[in-house]
């Protein structure tokens, strides 16, 4: 009869059976049938128990929820992509976008005379879940790629969303000079976390060029912001502290407190709907009760922030101009971008270069782009901001040169304190501002 035991190797000694079950988190008292060598192969061949455990709770938990949201590990759970179809679509199609530009970008470099040494793609966890979402549409090929080798051009498949990245791509290759002189650059390809929105850059994807492998001497930035059949600005969510200035304008200003008194109330409604009724369309008076009184909140609190009679004192004359500017740049982002538009039914992607700073098309080496934007105003003054006439979602704010539109609505089913988002849209912008429409079939 076979005992526990343990055999001497050299100065080594193997486990004995009952040592190997313990690592595995079995049961002191389990029991193994068999001989020696059998009970080994049943510990060895087994998941620890623990770790099994664990594992299935969890898998239940996954297949049982229908909201998996909060059960994700990551700081903004309502971005993540994960390949579960109950993750929001809509994400899901922006993150794929937002892949296929940024490998469109890298392929059409790699045409225009940039060399596979000269780029780099930084394939951190922000890169991994756009590309989690690109790969959840396309299937990709089932070769693994050699992790040895130097960044392989990756195949362009034939989809709505490398189509529209291929010809955005393309047009940005031939507007920018420096994209055209690669010669003693390099570049690194980015795509650029969720939270970078919240700190007032507006972009998805970002191509850095430096004069040297080492990156220590930066030139240019490029970014891109990628819309997936829309054209919304942001999408800034009321937050349990709903001091929007403060988050806005980054501690500068702050919101009233006559203006938090009365969230307050609301949100407390909210509270008191969350415990009636599940979802906000089982709530028919949401929007003489919540919305509209939200609405009418923001369009007081952003007048006495951003506008200032002619005759108010030079000091509040200075602040109003001052939130205005830290206002817009919160909705347009503190960088230059291009705009890229995918656009499904005309098949065709629109390309706005915001050049706000000055900072795109610059010549570069002896090559001019005679055909340069210029540099776009940025607004001075919050001239207007209204409730939309025949609207109780609606704040419509007019800029000099720029008009928006923020529409309230619920981003979430479920009734939570956080799950009311404005849609910010552009309504007028200055005639610098000049889109082009690129046709895929073209």
Known sequence: MDVDRFEFVGANRRLSYREAAAIQTFPRDMVFCGDLDSKYKQIGNAVPVKLAEAIAVEVKKILTTKD?????????????????????????????????????????????????????????????????????????????????????????????????????????????????????????????????????????????????????????????????????????????EPDFAKEWTKGEFVCSQEFMDEMEKIQNKIDEYKGKYKKWSDVEEKMDSIYYPIVKLFVKEIKRLGIADEKAAHEQQLKAKRFTQLFFEYMFGTQDFYKFIKDDNSRATKVYPYNMHGSLMNPYNGNKNEQAVKSINMPEEIVEVRVKPKSKTTIEVYFDQWII???????????????????????AQPRKVMGTVLHWDK
Request: glycine residues 4%.
């Open 68 to 240: 998996l949201t909060p059960l994700l590990n990551i700081e903004n759970p309502e971005k993540e992509i994960e390949a579960d179809r109950r993750i929001n679509d809509k994400v899901k199609n922006g993150k794929a976008f937002e892949y296929a530009s940024l490998i469109e970008l890298y392929n059409e470099l790699l045409h225009t005379g940039w060399k596979q040494e000269q780029l780099e793609i930084e394939r951190d966890k922000n890169y991994q879940n756009i590309e989690r979402a690109y790969q959840s549409f396309e299937l990709l090929d089932e070769d693994e790629e050699d992790e040895n080798e130097v960044e392989l051009i990756v195949e362009r498949h034939c989809n709505m969303f490398s189509c529209a990245a291929h010809v955005a791509a393309r047009y940005l290759c031939m507007v920018e000079p420096i994209l055209q002189n690669p010669k003693g650059l390099h570049g690194v390809l980015k795509a650029m976390p969720d939270s970078a929105g919240i700190k007032g850059d507006v972009r998805d994807i970002d191509f850095i060029v430096y004069y040297d492998k080492e990156h220590k001497e930066k030139i240019k930035e490029i970014g891109i912001s990628c819309k997936n059949n829309h054209e919304a600005v942001k999408h800034p969510r009321i937050t349990e």
């Open 405 to 427: 539109s923020m529409r309230l609505h619920n981003a979430d089913s479920k009734i939570t304190k956080t799950s009311l988002k404005f849609d910010v849209q552009i309504k």
